[in-house]
């Protein structure tokens, strides 16, 4: 257990519906990321956050994806209208500081199968 | 564009046997290196961080070594155990500059550890 939380671990739902996944990072971890993993790939960065604030989004975060961190704490990743190409497994990741030597300790992910 | 190659796809050794895994990058301007161990359905656990000065790194049974001049990496298991069984996915950290940083992940190695 690496100190970071995620939930729902499995979500399942049917293409067009809305899913919302939670991220509670190891407190006082200031960079917050999010990663999706499919099948036989490494994670591929999705966004990130320093604090509330979201610094970077990928190319791969379309217009149905936004992700928040209101009070710097904890994250959440939303989905609208999915789709079957969503399916996947969303991975957060925390960081202490700022330096790109600072490990990140990932959570368990989120497991989402779009039908 | 950053990119990190990982040999072979996958690998199947017998309990107790040593076995090595392999990474090529071509990520620029370098940061360090990461190898993460990431069982079934779970999060990457970080093994070893390495910078561009280090050339060797351990951590337990594991053993990381770092050429930055050939831009190649290995992870060294000995005396494997069946709970090595998992994927080991090398990341590669670039300085994209003004305290940004970009992770490149491969797509790991699936070692099977059979008795």
């Known amino acids: 257990d690496t100190g970071v939380s995620q939930n729902p671990r499995h979500k399942i739902t049917k293409r067009g519906q809305n899913v919302t996944f939670r991220c509670d990072p190891i407190?006082?971890?200031?960079?917050l990321y999010w990663y999706r993993q499919t099948l036989g790939q490494g994670p591929e960065f999705l966004t990130y956050?320093?604090?509330?604030?979201?610094?970077?989004k990928s190319r791969l975060l379309s217009d149905r994806f936004s992700a928040e961190r209101p009070k710097g704490s904890f994250s959440t990743l939303e989905i609208q209208r999915t789709e079957q190409g969503d399916s996947a497994m969303y991975l957060c990741?925390?960081?202490?500081?700022?330096?790109?030597?600072?490990?990140?300790?990932f959570g368990p992910g989120t497991r989402l199968t779009v039908l | 564009k950053n990119q990190v190659e990982q040999s072979p796809q996958s690998l199947i050794i017998l309990e107790g046997k040593n076995c090595t895994l392999q990474c090529n990058y071509t990520v620029s301007p370098f940061s360090n290196l990461r190898w993460y161990k990431q069982d079934t359905g779970r999060g990457p656990v970080s093994l070893t961080i390495?910078?561009?000065?280090?050339n060797t790194k351990s951590n337990g049974r594991y053993t990381a070594t770092l050429d930055a001049d050939t831009k190649q990496s290995s992870l060294h298991i000995t005396a494997s155990q069946l709970s090595d069984s998992a994927s080991y996915i090398c990341v590669v950290s670039a300085n994209a500059g003004a305290g940004s940083y970009q992770l490149t992940f491969g797509k790991g190695t699936k070692l099977s550890v059979i008795p």
């Open positions: 407190s006082e971890h200031n960079r």
């Open positions: 956050f320093q604090n509330e604030a979201q610094l970077e």
């Open positions: 390495m910078t561009f000065s280090e």
């Open positions: 990741a925390s960081q202490l500081g700022t330096s790109g030597g600072n490990e990140q300790f």
